[in-house]
Structure formats: structure tokens, C-alpha cells
């Protein structure tokens, strides 16, 4: 990935936080992750890529990040089913959204939940994973874009 098309990514979150919430998230300095070593917080919306490129792109918050979410956006139901069903909405929302940018040919799959600090996502090692670090309301989060 390009620096401009690793912007796109940057420029979505951005856009994204500031749409549904009207506060906008605070984006870190991107950098090269170890595929060994990747962020993951108690939710993880994950979408693969596939067409004209190949990969993953997954974004991956703490439970009170996505309680704050939903709160501001006037759901009451906070359980972990919608904590884990709003990770996946993110993910495909900004997926989508890469997709526009991208072309008709950026292919993303539907989403798949992974739940707990404990797992690891698995890329491979030949594809380079950059790290999106950001900040919301006090709460740190990530976007991981591993796409050749």
C-alpha cells in the first residue's frame, strides 16, 4: 500500500467518527506492524479482501468504546451481542467506504466478530500489515489494513 491509499483509510475513520458521532477520532501515526504482534481489543470486526487485491482490512475497539457508540447513538440494548454486531457493522462500513475509493473490483467479504483481547489475528507474513492507531473519547482503538 501507498501512503496516499493508507490516507484513504485514515480519511474514512476520520469521516466515520465524525458522522455518527459528531466527535472526531484522533488518529495516531500509522506504522508497520509485526505480524506476531497486532492490536486486538475485546471486539474485532474482520473483512477480507479480494479482486484486483488481496488481504484483510480489521478495526478492533475496547467493549466501552463501542458501549459509547451506542449509547450516543440512542441504542439502550448495550450487550455483547450489539457490542460485537457494531465492530462488524465498523469494519464493513469502512470497508465499503475503502471500496469507493478503490474500485468495483476492491471485493470485501461479509464480516466476521472475533471477541477477546485474547486472540490473535493471523495475516500472513508476506503481506505487510499497517497499524492505524487512534483515539476516541479517551478510548484507544485500531485500524489494521493488510492488503497488497
Partial sequence: MTEAELRIFIGIVQHYFEQQTGCPAEMGTPFLGDPNVLPVFDFTGVI???????????????????????????ESDVSRENLADLAGEISNTISGNA???????????????????????SLPESVKAYVMPFRWREQDAALVVSVV
Avoid: K
Fill in 48 to 74: 477480507g479482501i479480494s479482486g484486483n487485491r488481496r488481504g484483510c482490512v480489521y478495526f478492533t475497539a475496547p467493549s466501552e468504546m463501542l458501549r459509547q457508540i451506542l449509547v450516543h447513538g440512542g
Fill in 99 to 121: 471500496r469507493r475509493a478503490f474500485g468495483h473490483e476492491f471485493m470485501i467479504s461479509v464480516p466476521i466478530v472475533v471477541t477477546g483481547r485474547e486472540q490473535s489475528i
